[in-house]
């Protein structure tokens, strides 16, 4: 493998324990993933020809929106990145720490972990030598402090911002330092020291150590002389001003790539497909296969019967597409293998434009931009899903329902947070209490989309349309589908009242999956408009989260904010994700992670 798994093979241990032992869950003891393997292999007939010997093709339904890691906010684009890039350091599949593109991993021990007189520690990371970029440049310590910089200044690593300067985003420091005061602070808290990197923080942060070992997905190192000639920023104090926060469409890095992972770019044609070539001089030896194609098919039927031909090698599935495939000579399926992935369906507080709420008022032509800043609408649409028959009738009991946003299975995670299940007595109470008895009497429209390809997440809306219509007619909905780069870019332009988004973290400190979802410097906050309601409730915790390395008192500051995160009803948490994919029996290497969608192409090959 890459030098480790993506994901801690104990947070696997955990999430299979907690779905064969929950009840109602429905799911059933299955077969370890490697014994299925081994099994499918036994009784498949061997193909007397592989296509594509030296390329792995893998089909998704979801399309590329970036290729620059500091503007990717969906596992479709990080799952590039992982390949195309290393961090600092990695996880074996014990879950232990590796060094990575660090030599060494910092500690009190060998003292590159050092307290400071001022409170604060000091982290030093010494970077390994020898390692080659794509474009054939060394890998130096000035590489590891400009990406980071640059990736804190445009907006992205919030985590490590908060790490290095207290604030969770570069945009919230300048506004209370200044600009030329905030860039000081920053410029401070990453040194080169000789063949290191140190990180300066003003006081201690718990998960540091953990959101630098990513494997490249969102911490991976870009090559600084590069990325200066193709116009990002130039690395410079008065230059600083002009990238602050930009978005992706104003990125000159939006279509390119500069790694020193086991893959390199090789061409991506938006909305239909990507290729990797290997990248021969990778510091670990090369990969296995030559070449992998990401090909976008949106539709799932085209998809088995591509992988049925053998002119696809690998594909996730949907329960009911197993059901369509397993069997079939020449292809093995792996099944119910527990997701570090939970999905939720978003409440957006300030919708951006008139797209999908018509003429902004209450009624049968629309609906007010601010309509889910109203408590009551959103417990209302909370008690109107229904949860259960989403999870057995629509992925076929492969999902369990997520507690909030700390992922089942993972540290902190509470079975006794407060729960909303379908009751639509509730449902209608709060409906007509929200905003003074208006919307009850008038009604709204809105228009949801979802990504086309993904019937889950439209059979999901299709339960909360049908009930909102039982609970009042004139409660409508109307749905729609966009490709995905085009359904994450109107997420990020605040566009949507609603969308079906999730949580992936990084790493099982509880700090990752809590500010994502609550800080207000992190994502969701941001793109769903509840922003001061984060500063004023979830801000203070979610620091003292940060900082604190008592695990009584970490595990009492994240009940308190999933508490929080249930009475403010910020989503509805729709369901945590069992993944199920299928591959032609020629495809050898592939491992299973909490990340099943997620391919390591390093050790891929056929045979």
């Not at 696997?12 to 032992?21: E, G, P, Q, R």
Request: charged share 25%; with cysteine; hydrophobic share 35%.
């Amino acid at each position: 493998m890459k030098n480790t798994a993506f994901k801690q093979t104990l947070i696997l241990v955990l999430i299979f324990t907690l779905i064969f032992t929950m009840a109602g869950c429905n799911a059933k003891p299955a077969e370890a993933p490697e014994e299925q393997t081994a099994k499918s292999e036994e009784s498949a007939t061997p193909e007397k020809e592989i296509k594509n010997p030296d390329t792995f093709i893998e089909a998704t339904t979801s399309t590329i929106e970036t290729l620059d890691l500091h503007f990717m906010t969906s596992s479709a684009t990080t799952c590039i990145a992982y390949n195309v890039y290393d961090s600092l350091l990695v996880r074996n599949e014990q879950g232990e720490l590796e060094p990575c593109l660090a030599s060494e991993i910092p500690s009190y021990e060998n003292e590159l972990i050092k307290d400071k007189d001022n409170g604060g520690m000091s982290i030093e990371f010494p970077i390994r030598e020898g390692v080659k970029f794509h474009n054939g440049e060394l890998l130096t310590p000035e590489d590891v402090k400009y990406t980071f910089t640059r990736g804190i200044i445009v907006g992205a690593l919030s985590d490590l911002c908060q790490a290095l300067t207290g604030e969770g985003a570069f945009n919230s420091l300048v506004e209370k330092e200044g600009m030329d005061k905030a860039y000081d602070i920053l410029d401070a808290a990453i040194t080169v020291e000789g063949n290191s990197v140190v990180f300066n923080l003003g006081e201690p942060f718990a998960p540091f150590i953990e959101i630098v070992s990513d494997d490249g997905a969102e911490y991976g190192i870009l090559n600084k002389k590069w990325a200066v000639d193709e116009g990002a920023w130039p690395g410079t104090k008065e230059t600083v001003k002009d990238y602050v926060a930009i978005t992706d469409e104003n990125n000159t890095l939006h279509d390119k790539m500069m790694g020193t992972g086991p893959f390199k770019l090789g061409s991506w044609q938006q909305g239909e497909r990507l290729t990797l070539d290997r990248f021969d001089d990778y510091w670990q030896g090369p990969a296995k296969i030559s070449r992998v194609v990401r090909e976008i098919i949106t539709e799932g039927n085209i998809a088995i019967q591509k992988l049925q031909k053998g002119d696809i090698d690998f594909v996730e599935l949907s329960l009911p597409e197993v059901q369509q495939v397993e069997g079939y000579e020449g292809i093995k399926v792996v099944k119910d293998i527990p997701a570090a992935q939970l999905i939720k369906i978003n409440f957006n507080f300030d919708i951006n434009g008139d797209k999908y709420i018509g003429n902004k008022e209450f009624g049968s032509n629309g609906a007010p931009s601010n309509i889910f800043s109203d408590l009551d609408v959103r417990k209302a649409f909370c008690y109107a899903f229904d949860y259960k028959t989403f999870i057995d009738d629509v992925l076929l009991g492969t999902g369990i329902k997520p507690y909030g946003p700390v992922l089942v299975g993972y540290p902190t995670a509470n079975p006794n947070n407060p729960q909303y299940d379908l009751d639509l007595a509730k449902a209608e109470e709060h409906f007509k209490n929200a905003f003074g008895g208006e919307l009850w009497e008038k009604g709204f429209k809105l228009t949801v989309p979802y990504n086309e390809g993904s019937t889950s997440r439209q059979r999901a809306l299709e339960i909360l349309q049908a009930n909102l219509k039982q609970i009042n007619p004139k409660f409508e909905i109307e749905l729609t589908s966009l490709p995905w780069a085009a359904y994450v870019g109107a997420i990020n332009d605040k566009e949507l009242p609603m969308s079906i988004f999730g949580i992936l973290p990084s790493y099982d400190h509880p700090y990752c999956s809590l500010a994502y979802h609550m800080y207000s410097d992190g994502y969701y906050a941001g793109v769903n408009g509840y922003t001061e309601l984060a500063k004023e409730k979830y801000d203070p915790l979610i620091k003292e989260l940060a900082k604190t390395f008592d695990a009584e008192r970490t595990e009492e500051i994240s009940h308190e904010l999933q508490k929080l995160s249930s009475e403010d009803a910020l989503s509805i948490f729709h369901y945590q994700v069992i993944g199920q994919v299928g591959m032609r029996d020629w495809v050898q290497g592939y491992h299973t992670t909490a990340y099943p969608f997620l391919v390591d192409y390093y050790d891929i090959y056929k045979d």
